[in-house]
């Protein structure tokens, strides 16, 4: 089992940076990339960033040149910086790692964009 363990949300105004975290525990052995996924209200929950253990990563279209995405192995942690915040980034975030049998989430973190 692993467990997820999501910070760094909240209000920041349009055009601000917010950063979240996402440290794993449990059977960290197991995992062989992390993400972050997001919903918004209404919405269906979508992939917006993955990083694999050796450090390769993919993005949403739509957060592509403002949003990176880390990991520091030795703290089991995976971070996304975001920058240049929208209105339409609101939604609550989801920290995903993807192992060799399953996947595991966190319970989510609420990012709200004011205008």
């Known amino acids: 089992q692993v467990q997820l363990m999501e910070s760094g949300g909240g209000l920041v105004q349009a055009g601000g940076s917010l950063k979240l975290a996402c440290e794993a525990s449990?059977?960290?052995?197991?995992?062989?990339?992390m993400g972050w996924y997001r919903q918004a209200p209404g919405k269906q929950r979508d992939l917006v960033a993955r990083?694999?253990?050796?450090?390769?990563?993919n993005y949403a279209d739509s957060v592509k040149g403002r949003f990176t995405i880390s990991r520091d192995n030795a703290k089991n942690t995976a971070f996304l910086q975001m920058n240049s915040l929208k209105p339409e980034d609101t939604a609550v975030y989801y920290c995903?790692?993807?192992?060799?049998?399953?996947?595991?989430w966190g319970k989510g973190i609420l990012v709200t964009v004011s205008t």
């Open positions: 995903i790692a993807l192992s060799w049998a399953t996947n595991y």
């Open positions: 449990g059977s960290i052995y197991s995992i062989n990339a």
């Open positions: 990083i694999t253990r050796n450090g390769t990563t």
